[in-house]
């Protein structure tokens, strides 16, 4: 792969994790539901998603979006999911076990910023996705400037983190998938375990 299309290729991994993290971290607004029903990467992406929408009253969708989100993540229902990676990793399944003490740590180390206001436990995973949009990101400005060893050292810090901190997304994404009454987060769940699937196995390639 030459330069330039590993740039592009960065770029384009950079904006999946930053999209799939902002699905993660709450209810789509109205403005981010226009973005994707007006972009034709939708129709495949988020499909079912794409072919309820185009019938519906895109406030009315939004609404329906945001009690889903809250019924699925924010625990106004008899049977929530919890997107921290604790949970899924830990013997008790309890929050704030040691995968949030190792993931804070991962941030810290490359310099994503938790804002005071989240309020959540660390390994919640919409931030280790957006760990890995950073790690993209620079990766891409370090080729841009011909860093090429900061590249693969930045090549490297994703496949540490993605085989440490990633292989429980699945089964939330599972959970998710099973629990979702909008099309909108069920298609986020697949598209979540495709694309970390895809991504996996580009990264040993690398």
């Known amino acids: 792969m030459d330069t330039s299309a590993a740039i592009d290729l960065a770029h384009e991994r950079a904006h ?8 993660f971290i709450g209810a789509p607004d109205a ?3 226009d973005a994707l029903l007006d972009t034709a990467a939708a129709e495949t992406t988020l499909p079912d998603f794409y072919r309820e929408a185009k019938q519906a009253d895109r406030e009315t ?5 945001a009690a889903d989100y809250n019924q699925l993540f924010l625990g106004m229902s008899a049977h929530p ?8 990793t830990s013997e008790e399944g309890l929050l704030m076990q040691d995968a949030r ?24 995973v919409a931030l280790e996705l957006e760990l890995m949009a950073l790690l993209a990101d620079r990766a891409a400005s370090a080729l841009e400037t011909g860093g090429g060893e900061e590249a693969e050292r ?14 429980w997304v699945d089964a939330l994404c599972d959970d998710i998938q099973k ?4 099309a909108f987060y069920y ?8 694309t970390l699937a895809a991504d996996r196995e580009l990264l040993e390639e690398q």
């Open 16 to 23: 999946a994790y930053r999209f799939l993290s902002r699905a």
């Open 31 to 33: 403005a981010l539901i």
């Open 61 to 65: 969708l939004r609404q329906d979006v």
């Open 81 to 88: 999911v919890a997107p921290y990676e604790s949970v899924y």
């Open 101 to 124: 003490d190792e993931a804070l740590a991962a941030y810290r180390t490359w310099g994503l910023t938790v804002p005071e206001s989240f309020g959540l436990p660390e390994d919640h």
């Open 154 to 167: 930045l090549a490297e810090a994703q496949r540490t983190f993605a085989t440490e901190h990633l292989t």
């Open 179 to 182: 629990r979702a009454r909008t």
């Open 187 to 194: 298609n986020v769940a697949a598209l979540t375990k495709e």
